[in-house]
């Protein structure tokens, strides 16, 4: 595996570094779990493998029922079959191989699907130039991993990256509706390359290297994930006793009232 361009770029195009079947899975899982969704609501498609099809029933779900949509968002957040490849072998190489001794999570996985169908912000499906440093504050070192969940080329929305500009450190920042934009003033949009990846590709980058999302001129979804890792063992992070910037807590009240009674766990359990 060559990641000689790392420590020049802030980032490494891995080609074919990742099973194709194991990604495949991903996309598949997330599918499955639209699918049970658009049919409680009578979104019915013809064709789950292709594309355009499918993504056109997304929109229809989008537009229909929005809440409904963002749950099941939500949920794929959560698919075992994300946070697996997020642990993988190959992925682990790939993190040991870049420098980390010790890698950590720093937070959970996160699948994205971006389109202009699926969005009533910018920001939420067409990223503006950051760092993921900002919303990480983990080690210094600390890494992403973007996969691809189907071919992405310019069109599709290919990711941009600014080569060699993780060695400039953390740069400012405004606030807007994705999180915390930097502030054009600190880049030119002739320092973004436009990475085209295919399904089996990974991209590996530094937290402190910006990059931005492509813009998705198609009417197809664009399925990404990304997973990002810190190092237990750089000195920085443990003399600022390993700082966590996420919170996770439950709700106290029931999502759905009164449920569930005692009939639908009588149910349950005689169906054993």
Not at 121 to 145: C, E
Not at 242 to 247: D, H, K, Q, V
């Amino acid at each position: 595996m060559d990641l000689s361009s790392f420590a020049e770029q802030g980032y490494v195009h891995l080609k074919g570094a990742l099973s194709k079947k194991q990604v495949q899975i991903l996309l598949v899982d997330a599918k499955a779990a639209f699918v049970a969704q658009m049919n409680m609501i009578g979104i019915w498609p013809r064709d789950v493998e292709n594309e355009v099809e499918f993504s056109r029933c997304m929109f229809e779900f989008f537009k229909l029922d929005e809440a409904r949509f963002i749950a099941t968002g939500r949920l794929c957040q959560h698919l075992v079959s994300m946070h697996q490849l997020s642990v993988s072998s190959e992925i682990m190489k790939i993190v040991a191989e870049v420098g980390l001794k010790v890698p950590t999570i720093a937070t959970r996985p996160t699948m994205f699907f971006n389109s202009r169908y699926l969005a009533k912000f910018q920001g939420y499906w067409k990223t503006p130039a950051h760092q993921d440093w900002r919303s990480m504050q983990g080690s210094l070192n600390s890494v992403v991993i973007w996969v691809p969940l189907l071919d992405i080329n310019r069109d599709l929305g290919a990711l941009e990256i600014a080569p060699g500009s993780y060695r400039h450190g953390l740069q400012n920042t405004t606030e807007d509706d994705f999180y915390r934009a930097i502030n054009p003033s600190c880049y030119t949009d002739s320092a973004f390359k436009p990475i085209a990846t295919e399904l089996g590709d990974c991209l590996l980058f530094s937290a402190f290297t910006i990059h931005r999302s492509g813009t998705n001129v198609t009417d197809r979804v664009r399925w990404s994930c990304h997973f990002r890792y810190n190092d237990m063992a750089e000195k920085n992070f443990i003399e600022r006793k390993f700082p966590n910037p996420y919170s996770y807590k439950p709700q106290q009240d029931l999502i759905t009232p009164n449920f569930p009674a005692q009939e639908h766990l009588a149910d349950l359990f005689t169906k054993r």
